[in-house]
């Protein structure tokens, strides 16, 4: 009998972990899915007429119009920052006459889509998730659906065409203040010639770095709307779950706005 | 004891302009190890307001869940006006959810919108006419539960009672032939109780639904059901008029509604 139990314990101690690393697996396979067919039910409904004008251009506002002031403040200390730090090390083998091109191209290709992402994601996106997670926990959602109005199509698309549009807009900005940012410490502190900043950039700058700014903030803003829809749209119980959605939301947002970038960097010209 | 017996015949009935019966069928549900549902039967005629009562965590709540289409069950059925909403999906499912109207347990209205567009919500989303041409009927549905002058506030603005009035306004709006009910009464004080319980049977008599509503407020409840549903651990104990729910003598409904503590083993 104690045999029979030290042997049923061992092989226990065995298939217990083997178990569950298995089930882990299988949730996080599982979760995965989910959050996939999450995007693909989303992209499915933003074909679907009728389409939610109102409420598309309500997040617009939410997620663009209210998140300018911070992108001009994050916007134009970037710059600064690049100016200054470009001013100091091209000084050194003489080049400050390139600070222009590697303040503007740094910000249009990498920096502008990625900080002005990271600065909505915290701003817009914990917000979202928020919302939807006390929707959803206070049964609105449900009240939503049993009234065969399709959440997705009230609350997931529009966020997500709201994305797609306040994104690139607020790229932009971030690109533009700070260039002007960097033209405030190159120019006016280090007296380089303005004419000598901007014709460099008009120089090195191509319509492809454009581009490449252009389909990496496209890119985020599906990216941050989706993930805050899903955690809000699968919250867990309570109060509790709807601050641990909100968190998530972020952290996942801003670790897959990094992995996307660096991806697209690779991928694109 | 009269148990829960489905009616033959019933279940072939069309949709029609008049109330639908509602027939559940062994309806089992697990979540994870644990069962909830084990087999419930129920039959709920037409017109008919039964009420369901049973101890917190029994299953009531998943019950009506099942019955609205937003926990698909492991096994049975739910059958109304003929179709089996087990096995509805997409666009056939919401056919048949269009002719509810819920009151959720804790009014579900959506907080970006005021008391006046919460009600004309259902009716805005669902129709082509103008604004203009249905604000009269979300008004008048705001006057039937007392609360036309309310309209513009939003609902953190307004009172409990106010709000599950406002809930029932909105669920009443589409002029539903199936209504359900989660606990229209919780946690409000035993006049507010009386009133809403007095709205429901109004209008009820007005509007001619089938409903169920899930409640725990005994013996309040018995004032104004037509029959009485006792779920106990996951399953139907007892139905019947709530004269004779009063009277069971079964040993877990009268411990129920009498408020007993069990102290004894079953």
């Not at chain 1, 730090?85 to 990625?114: C, D, K, T, Y």
């Amino acid at each position: 009998m104690t045999i029979r139990h030290a042997t049923d314990a061992a092989l226990a101690s065995i298939v217990d972990p083997a178990q569950q690393l298995g089930r882990a697996t299988v949730d996080t396979l599982s979760a995965m899915g989910r959050f996939g067919l999450f995007l693909a039910q989303a992209l499915f409904w933003l074909l679907v007429p009728p389409f939610k004008v109102g409420q598309t251009l309500q997040r617009i506002s939410f997620i663009g119009a209210r998140s300018m002031s911070i992108i001009l403040l994050t916007g134009g200390f970037t710059g600064m920052v690049l100016g200054l730090q470009g001013m100091l090390l091209l000084r050194r083998v003489g080049s400050e006459a390139f600070v222009g091109p590697a303040v503007a191209v740094s910000l249009i290709r990498e920096l502008g889509p990625v900080l002005a992402a990271l600065m909505v994601t915290g701003r817009a996106g914990s917000a979202i998730a928020a919302e939807i997670g006390v929707m959803r926990i206070t049964e609105q959602i449900d009240a939503l659906t049993v009234m065969a109005l399709h959440p997705m199509r009230y609350l997931v698309v529009p966020t997500i065409v709201a994305g797609l549009i306040a994104f690139p807009i607020l790229n932009w900005v971030f690109d533009v203040v700070g260039i002007f940012g960097g033209y405030l410490i190159a120019v006016k502190l280090f007296g380089l010639s303005s004419g000598t900043y901007f014709g460099q950039i008009q120089a090195f700058l191509s319509t492809t770095d454009i581009w490449v700014g252009f389909w990496k903030s496209l890119a985020f803003g599906v990216v941050v709307t989706w993930v805050a829809c899903y955690k809000g749209f699968y919250v867990g119980h309570g109060a509790e779950g709807v601050g641990r959605a909100t968190t998530e939301s972020v952290v996942l947002a801003s670790v897959m706005i990094f992995v996307l970038d660096y991806l697209m960097g690779s991928i694109l010209p | 004891m009269v148990m829960a017996q489905p009616l033959a015949g019933e279940r072939e009935v069309a949709a029609s302009d008049g109330p639908p019966p509602i027939q559940i069928e062994n309806l089992q549900k697990r979540f994870g190890t644990q069962p909830v549902l084990r087999g419930v039967d129920l039959h709920v005629g037409p017109g008919e307001l039964m009420v369901v009562i049973g101890r917190s965590g029994g299953g009531k709540s998943v019950l009506l869940r099942h019955i609205l289409g937003l926990v698909r069950p492991d096994a049975g059925r739910i059958v109304i006006a003929g179709q089996d909403l087990t096995r509805l999906r997409g666009r056939a499912l919401d056919r048949v959810r269009e002719r509810f109207g819920v009151v959720f347990q804790g009014g579900a209205l959506f907080d970006s919108l005021t008391v006046l567009q919460n009600v004309l919500f259902p009716i805005k989303e669902k129709s082509r006419l103008p604004v203009a041409q249905l604000l009269p009927r979300a008004q008048e549905a705001l006057a039937q539960v007392g609360l036309a002058d309310m309209g513009h506030k939003f609902p953190a603005e307004i009172s409990g009672g106010m709000r599950k009035r406002v809930a029932i306004a909105r669920a009443l709006v589409t002029e539903p032939k199936v209504v359900f009910l989660d606990e229209p009464t919780t946690g409000l004080d035993p006049i507010l109780v009386n009133s809403i319980h007095h709205l429901i049977v109004t209008l009820h008599r007005q509007f001619n639904f089938t409903a169920i509503m899930v409640s725990h407020e005994i013996p309040e409840i018995f004032r104004i059901a037509d029959r009485v549903a006792v779920l106990n651990e996951g399953r139907i104990r007892q139905v019947g008029t709530p004269a004779e729910i009063e009277g069971s003598k079964d040993r877990v409904v009268r411990q129920f509604i009498q408020g007993e503590v069990e102290t004894e083993a079953r």
